[in-house]
């Protein structure tokens, strides 16, 4: 069994990377040492996008996690990839072992969100929230897990708070992240011991997510929210669930888990 106590060297995907959580992610994977695949995607093949616009742009906006992982001297490398397309995952990773040789980190991030009541929500809306959020990991684990296995590697799935907590007219979203727990803590079980598997949840992150859908939904400006329900009295940032993520594959003893970083939302219930 490797006992890892460095990145130094390692090959990390991360899905989802052209985003911000995900480019805070790839960031301090890289910043510990990893060099870094960014896979991303523009379009997907559903009418309801991230946050219902045309399009997600992750693709596009991937050179900014490029910039970020090169400013720590290791190499990055971009690979267009709709994470709900089996035979896309299956050739992101055939590239991504072409060009590497070998997958140490999987950084299972993508996801999306739109905000209906269950009554008003198309068929297609929930399929596409489940589709990229659950389907999009499973795939991209299947298509990695030989060579997570080879490597004696990590997977780090990206829950949310919102996998332990209900929120009207979120129920997808909800119902996709307690679904991505579930998923961590069976597959910490199939992979044992070769690979450790857990998940970051975030709290509140200055995303689009958040400025676009939650905001308005909410019917307060941000920063009220900030106030309101974290007792922190601050944000989180794509950073944090970076260094937490390096923290899961750096510690061959956690496997299994989920921790929760919201700056104390979830302790907040009275």
Known sequence: MVERTSLEGAVS?????????????????????SDVVIADVDV????????????IGGASRAQGAVERVEDH???????????????????????VVAEFGRIDVLANNAG???????????????????????KGMFLVARAAIPHLRDAEGTIVNTASIAGSIGAAGLAHYCASK???????????????????????????????????VLTPELGESYADTIDRVIPMGRDQTPEDMGRLAVFFAENRNVTG?????????LQNVI
């Open 178 to 212: 307690h679904a991505v727990l579930g998923l961590t803590k069976s597959l910490s079980l199939e992979l044992a011991p070769e690979v450790t598997v857990n998940a970051v949840c975030p709290g509140i992150v200055e995303t689009p997510m958040w400025e676009d």
């Open 13 to 33: 995907v991360v899905t989802g990377g052209g985003g911000d959580i995900g480019g805070g992610i790839a960031a301090e994977l890289a910043a510990a040492g």
């Open 257 to 265: 888990q989920s921790v929760v970083v919201d700056g104390g939302i």
């Open 73 to 95: 001297g290791r190499r990055a490398h971009v690979v267009e990839c709709d994470v709900t397309k089996a035979d896309q995952v299956e050739a992101m990773v055939d590239d």
């Open 44 to 55: 997907l093949d559903t009418e309801y996008n991230q946050r219902s616009s045309e399009e």
């Open 112 to 134: 999306i969100i739109t905000v209906a009541p269950v009554e008003e929500m198309a068929e297609a809306e929930w399929d596409a929230v489940m589709d990229v959020n659950v």
